[in-house]
């Protein structure tokens, strides 16, 4: 994350380039200011390309993740090489081989799964008081009185911290136990994944609206940033319902399953699918769960551009249904 700082100068010197920030934002595919370098990471030669990824991994922020080549998160060679340097920094910022082994990701490249920030953390590992115990190949047998056994020893412990995960995307609107038209429950319709239309509505869900559920183009995204616009075009849409004295809307069933088809397509042109990750619905905490796309993987552009060409045309494949003349 490499926090640092800030004096009063250079906050006073952010403020004022709020607008110019903004702009660089909800101009970029991810809601940020970085942009995606247009090369490929093969056709780079090998000491260019590790000194822009050494500019990058001292740089704050997500600059490595989504200011790299254009081919890092498409290309299974690609992402190997940019895996393959991070990994090479993990062995650099940990002192003991083993440890640092087990602290590399052997199951995703780099970027292919939600990619969290720290400061210091793999120096953690250098401090006597601080243990990696991999559960993999030595797996807990129970928790005790005291703390925690494995099948190599027991450790005693004054507090243990239960990272059991969540149920990303779904699962706070599953929880809201949602019922549409004719007593339907949205967890049944999504019992097999969530189908929508934009990411916005549910067939046979009328006037329910997902501003950051499932196949969403603010979920992916630089969410403040991304969800403004959808709130602009939302508003829009709403005045246009009011001007026209419109009492029901829901997305067409064609309409709904063109832009769910569309959202598949377009995540497996990425290497996101190939892993197990909550982009992809996995949680091991919900039995029976289907692996489904959950996000819209083409970024804040196209995503946007689809939306407006929606309003252009009429808010084409949302069926309204208008108040009666009396």
Same mark, same amino acid.
């Given at each position: 994350?490499?926090?640092?700082?800030?004096?009063?100068?250079?906050?006073?010197?952010?403020?004022?380039?709020?607008?110019? !920030?903004?702009?660089?934002?909800?101009?970029?595919?991810?809601?940020?200011?970085?942009? %995606?370098?247009?090369?490929?990471?093969?056709?780079?030669?090998?000491?260019?390309?590790?000194?822009?990824?050494?500019? /990058?991994?001292?740089?704050?922020?997500?600059?490595?993740?989504?200011?790299?080549?254009?081919?890092?998160?498409?290309?299974?060679?690609?992402?190997?090489?940019?895996?393959?340097?991070?990994?090479?920094?993990?062995?650099?910022?940990?002192?003991?081989?083993? %440890?640092?082994?087990? /602290?590399?990701?052997?199951?995703? &490249?780099?970027?292919?799964?939600?990619?969290?920030?720290?400061?210091?953390?793999?120096?953690?590992?250098?401090?006597?008081?601080?243990?990696?115990?991999?559960?993999?190949?030595?797996?807990?047998?129970?928790?005790?009185?005291?703390?925690?056994?494995?099948?190599?020893?027991?450790?005693?412990?004054?507090?243990?911290?239960?990272?059991?995960?969540?149920?990303?995307?779904?699962?706070?609107?599953?929880?809201?136990? !949602?019922?549409?038209?004719?007593?339907?429950?949205?967890?049944?319709?999504?019992?097999?994944?969530?189908?929508?239309?934009?990411?916005?509505?549910?067939?046979?869900?009328?006037?329910?609206?997902?501003?950051?559920?499932?196949?969403?183009?603010?979920?992916?995204?630089? !969410?403040?940033?991304?969800?403004?616009?959808? !709130?602009?075009?939302?508003?829009?849409?709403?005045?246009?319902?009011?001007?026209?004295?419109?009492?029901?809307?829901?997305?067409?069933?064609?309409?709904?399953?063109?832009?769910?088809?569309?959202?598949?397509?377009?995540?497996?042109?990425?290497?996101?699918?190939?892993?197990?990750?909550?982009?992809?619905?996995?949680?091991?905490?919900?039995?029976?769960?289907?692996?489904?796309?959950?996000?819209?993987?083409?970024?804040?552009?196209?995503?946007?551009?689809?939306?407006?060409?929606?309003?252009?045309? &009429?808010?084409?494949?949302?069926?309204?249904?208008?108040?009666?003349?009396?």
């Amino acid at each position: 994350m490499l926090n640092s700082k800030i004096t009063s100068e250079e906050m006073e010197t952010i403020k004022q380039s709020y607008t110019e !920030i903004f702009e660089k934002c909800n101009n970029s595919q991810t809601g940020h200011q970085y942009r %995606t370098v247009k090369q490929s990471t093969i056709e780079v030669p090998a000491e260019q390309r590790k000194e822009f990824w050494e500019k /990058l991994y001292a740089e704050p922020g997500y600059a490595i993740w989504i200011g790299n080549y254009k081919d890092v998160l498409l290309d299974k060679q690609a992402n190997n090489l940019i895996s393959e340097f991070i990994a090479g920094k993990i062995r650099e910022r940990v002192t003991d081989p083993d %440890t640092a082994e087990k /602290l590399i990701p052997k199951n995703h &490249g780099f970027g292919l799964k939600r990619l969290p920030l720290e400061d210091n953390y793999y120096e953690l590992y250098n401090r006597d008081n601080v243990h990696l115990v991999d559960i993999k190949s030595n797996p807990i047998t129970r928790v005790t009185a005291t703390g925690i056994d494995t099948v190599e020893a027991a450790y005693d412990l004054d507090v243990i911290v239960y990272a059991t995960g969540f149920d990303a995307v779904t699962g706070s609107l599953l929880r809201m136990d !949602i019922v549409g038209k004719n007593g339907v429950k949205l967890k049944d319709v999504w019992s097999d994944g969530p189908q929508t239309y934009l990411g916005l509505q549910v067939r046979g869900f009328p006037n329910f609206f997902t501003v950051l559920g499932p196949h969403n183009g603010a979920t992916f995204c630089n !969410i403040p940033r991304c969800a403004e616009s959808q !709130i602009n075009w939302l508003t829009d849409m709403f005045r246009f319902i009011r001007d026209n004295d419109v009492q029901v809307v829901e997305p067409s069933l064609e309409a709904q399953e063109n832009w769910t088809e569309l959202v598949y397509e377009t995540a497996a042109k990425t290497l996101f699918p190939q892993v197990n990750s909550w982009f992809n619905g996995d949680n091991s905490n919900v039995s029976g769960r289907k692996r489904t796309f959950l996000l819209w993987a083409g970024g804040n552009l196209s995503y946007r551009d689809k939306c407006n060409q929606v309003r252009d045309d &009429g808010y084409e494949g949302f069926l309204m249904g208008y108040r009666r003349a009396k």
